[in-house]
């Protein structure tokens, strides 16, 4: 199950890659593109489900949540391993760029 997450979140990264190399998707949308699998695009939910929408919070509660992810302070199988190779750099990209889908 986590390798098939894994796998799903590289792909998407890999695909993000290639979409800024062709259109200007900036490194932002490239990381948070990876929250869209269980979060929603931009961090919408079609549906409300167990998983939180992203989109509208607050880019500082979303850094907290990833840090403490990936810093093993809040528990998640999932999470953990999606963030815990991000910097503290990339965590506050992907925080402020969904906080801006929200608007």
């Given amino acids: 199950m ?9 792909a998407g990264a890999l695909l993000c890659f290639i979409a800024s190399a062709h ?10 593109a ?4 269980c979060h929603g695009t931009n961090g919408r ?5 167990a998983v939180p929408p992203l989109a509208g919070r607050s880019a500082e ?14 528990p998640s199988t999932v999470m953990q391993q ?6 503290d750099e990339e965590i506050a990209l992907i925080a ?3 906080a801006r889908n929200g608007d």
């Fill in 96 to 98: 402020d760029c969904l």
């Fill in 23 to 32: 259109g200007g998707v900036s490194a932002a949308q490239s990381l948070a």
């Fill in 82 to 87: 999606i963030v815990r190779g991000y910097s």
């Fill in 2 to 10: 986590i390798n098939l997450l894994l796998r799903t979140a590289l």
């Fill in 34 to 37: 990876t929250c869209a699998n």
């Fill in 61 to 74: 509660w979303i850094r907290q949540q990833l840090t403490a992810f990936r810093n093993y302070a809040r």
């Fill in 45 to 49: 939910l079609p549906t409300p489900e």
